[in-house]
C-alpha cells in the first residue's frame, strides 16, 4: 500500500483521493492545507493527519507519494521541494509554467534517481485514449485533426461578479491553454507526434489570461486546429481525419465516445465505457510504476510519460508565446 500525502484541498484532490481509495493501492495518510479547518474537514472525511505547514509536511509526513492539486504556479516548486524531502511526485497539469521551470524539475529528478515525477494527464491513461492510438496505427493517412475541448468553468461566474479566481488569472499560470488546451495538447503530441510550428489566437481577458482561443499545429502533412475555452461551452465533437475515414470523438479530452467511420461508410465503436471516476485509470498507472519501478515495461511507460510530459509542456510555452502570454513565473 503506498501512503499517500496531499496538497489542496479542492474537488479535484477529493476525486483523486477516491479513485487511489478505489484502487486499494493507497492510503492517504497526511494532508496539507494553508488552513487548520479546510485540512480537518478534508481529513474527517478521507483520513489522514493534517499539516499547515508545508516544510513540516514534508518532515514529519509519513507517506511515500505526494498528490499536488495547488495553482498552476506552484507545481514546480513544490514538486522540487517533495523530490527534495524523498517523497515520490504525482502532480496535477500542467507541472511547469515554461522550460526553465522543467529544468529545475528535471535537474531535481536527477538529483533524486530513485524518485519519480508523473503529470497528472489523466486521459492518456485511459482505454479510450489507447483505442484511438492503435487505430490511428491502422490508418493509412492522417490528414489531421479538430479537437476541441470547451467548458464553462463555475468559477467564470465569479470572474463576471468581479473577482480574479487563481486559474483566470496569470499570476498563478492559470487561462483556457494551460487548464484546458493542456488536454487537447496531450492528444496531439502522443497522436501525431511533436509538431513543426504552432499559432495560438486567443480572446483575452481582463486579467491578462486566455479566456478562450484557437491554436493551430502544424506538422509536414496536415495542421491539427485546437478549440479550447473556459468561459463558454461547446457541444462540437472532435475528428481525426484520414483520406475517407475519420475517427468521431464526443469531446476530445473525456473521450467517453469514439466512432470509427471507415473508407466505405460503415462504422465501428472504438470506446468502451468509462470507468465512474476519471482518475482511476492514472492511479493505477501511476501505482503500477511506484510498486515495480525495476520491472523493464514500467521504466519504460514512465519514460514514455516524462518525455510526452516534457513535450507537451514546450508546446504550451510556444503557444502561450506567438500569443504574447506572460507569465510572472516566466520573470
Ligand atoms: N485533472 C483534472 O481533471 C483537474 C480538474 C481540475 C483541476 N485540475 C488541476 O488541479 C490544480 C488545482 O486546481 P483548482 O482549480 O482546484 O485550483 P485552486 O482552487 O485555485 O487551488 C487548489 C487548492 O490549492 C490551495 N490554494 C489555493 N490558492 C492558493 C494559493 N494562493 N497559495 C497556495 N495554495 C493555494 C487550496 O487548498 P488549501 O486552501 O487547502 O490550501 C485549494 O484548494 C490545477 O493545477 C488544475 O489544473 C485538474
Same mark, same amino acid.
Do not use: C
Given at each position: 500500500?503506498?501512503?499517500?500525502?496531499?496538497?489542496?484541498?479542492?474537488?479535484?484532490?477529493?476525486?483523486?483521493?477516491?479513485?487511489?481509495?478505489?484502487?486499494?493501492?493507497?492510503?492517504?495518510?497526511?494532508?496539507?492545507?494553508?488552513?487548520?479547518?479546510?485540512?480537518?474537514?478534508?481529513?474527517?472525511?478521507?483520513?489522514?493527519?493534517?499539516?499547515?505547514?508545508?516544510?513540516?509536511?514534508?518532515?514529519?509526513?509519513?507517506?511515500?507519494?505526494?498528490?499536488?492539486?495547488?495553482?498552476?504556479?506552484?507545481?514546480?516548486?513544490?514538486?522540487?521541494?517533495?523530490?527534495?524531502?524523498?517523497?515520490?511526485?504525482?502532480?496535477?497539469?500542467?507541472?511547469?509554467?515554461?522550460?526553465?521551470?522543467?529544468?529545475?524539475?528535471?535537474?531535481?529528478?536527477?538529483?533524486?534517481?530513485?524518485?519519480?515525477?508523473?503529470?497528472?494527464?489523466?486521459?492518456?491513461?485511459?482505454?479510450?485514449?489507447?483505442?484511438?492510438?492503435?487505430?490511428?496505427?491502422?490508418? +493509412? /493517412? %492522417?490528414?489531421? *485533426?479538430?479537437?476541441?475541448?470547451? &467548458?464553462?468553468? #463555475?468559477?467564470?461566474?465569479?470572474?463576471?461578479?468581479?473577482?480574479?479566481?487563481?486559474?483566470?488569472?496569470?499570476?498563478?499560470?492559470?487561462?483556457?491553454?494551460?487548464?484546458?488546451?493542456?488536454?487537447?495538447v496531450y492528444d496531439a503530441v502522443a497522436w501525431f507526434g511533436k509538431p513543426n510550428r504552432v499559432h495560438y489566437y486567443t480572446t483575452p481577458l481582463r486579467t491578462g489570461a486566455d479566456g478562450k482561443g484557437i491554436a493551430v499545429l502544424g506538422y509536414d502533412d496536415f495542421d491539427v486546429t485546437l478549440n479550447i475555452g473556459k468561459n463558454t461551452n461547446s457541444y462540437l465533437p472532435s475528428e481525426?481525419?484520414?483520406?475517407?475515414?475519420?475517427?468521431?470523438?464526443?469531446?476530445?479530452?473525456?473521450?467517453? +465516445? /469514439? %466512432?470509427?467511420? *471507415?473508407?466505405?461508410?460503415?462504422? &465501428?465503436?472504438? #470506446?468502451?465505457?468509462?470507468?465512474?471516476?476519471?482518475?482511476?485509470?492514472?492511479?493505477?498507472?501511476?501505482?503500477?510504476?511506484?510498486?515495480?519501478?525495476?520491472?523493464?515495461?514500467?521504466?519504460?511507460?514512465?519514460?514514455?510519460?516524462?518525455?510526452?510530459?516534457?513535450?507537451?509542456?514546450?508546446?504550451?510555452?510556444?503557444?502561450?508565446?506567438?500569443?504574447?502570454?506572460?507569465?510572472?513565473?516566466?520573470?
Open positions: 500500500m503506498l501512503k499517500l500525502g496531499i496538497i489542496g484541498t479542492n474537488w479535484i484532490t477529493q476525486q483523486f483521493v477516491e479513485a487511489a481509495a478505489a484502487s486499494q493501492k493507497y492510503e492517504l495518510t497526511s494532508v496539507y492545507s494553508r488552513h487548520e479547518d479546510t485540512g480537518k474537514t478534508f481529513a474527517e472525511k478521507n483520513g489522514g493527519q493534517v499539516y499547515t505547514s508545508l516544510e513540516t509536511f514534508f518532515k514529519a509526513g509519513d507517506f511515500d507519494v505526494v498528490y499536488i492539486a495547488s495553482p498552476n504556479s506552484l507545481h514546480a516548486a513544490q514538486t522540487i521541494q517533495a523530490l527534495d524531502a524523498g517523497k515520490e511526485v504525482i502532480v496535477e497539469k500542467p507541472l511547469v509554467s515554461n522550460p526553465t521551470e522543467y529544468a529545475q524539475v528535471k535537474d531535481a529528478l536527477a538529483a533524486h534517481p530513485e524518485l519519480h515525477v508523473f503529470e497528472a494527464a489523466r486521459h492518456i491513461h485511459e482505454p479510450n485514449f489507447r483505442a484511438i492510438r492503435k487505430q490511428l496505427s491502422e490508418m +493509412s /493517412v %492522417i490528414n489531421g *485533426a479538430t479537437l476541441t475541448y470547451m &467548458k464553462y468553468s #463555475s468559477r467564470f461566474d465569479n470572474y463576471l461578479a468581479g473577482e480574479n479566481p487563481n486559474v483566470f488569472t496569470t499570476t498563478f499560470s492559470g487561462g483556457a491553454l494551460q487548464d484546458l488546451g493542456v488536454y487537447v481525426i481525419y484520414g483520406l475517407k475515414d475519420t475517427i468521431v470523438m464526443d469531446n476530445a479530452a473525456e473521450l467517453k +465516445s /469514439v %466512432i470509427y467511420h *471507415a473508407s466505405d461508410g460503415s462504422t &465501428k465503436r472504438l #470506446s468502451t465505457e468509462p470507468a465512474a471516476n476519471p482518475m482511476l485509470a492514472e492511479v493505477d498507472d501511476f501505482a503500477t510504476v511506484l510498486n515495480d519501478p525495476k520491472n523493464p515495461d514500467n521504466m519504460r511507460h514512465y519514460q514514455t510519460w516524462l518525455h510526452l510530459s516534457e513535450i507537451v509542456n514546450g508546446v504550451l510555452y510556444d503557444l502561450r508565446r506567438k500569443a504574447s502570454l506572460v507569465f510572472p513565473a516566466d520573470k
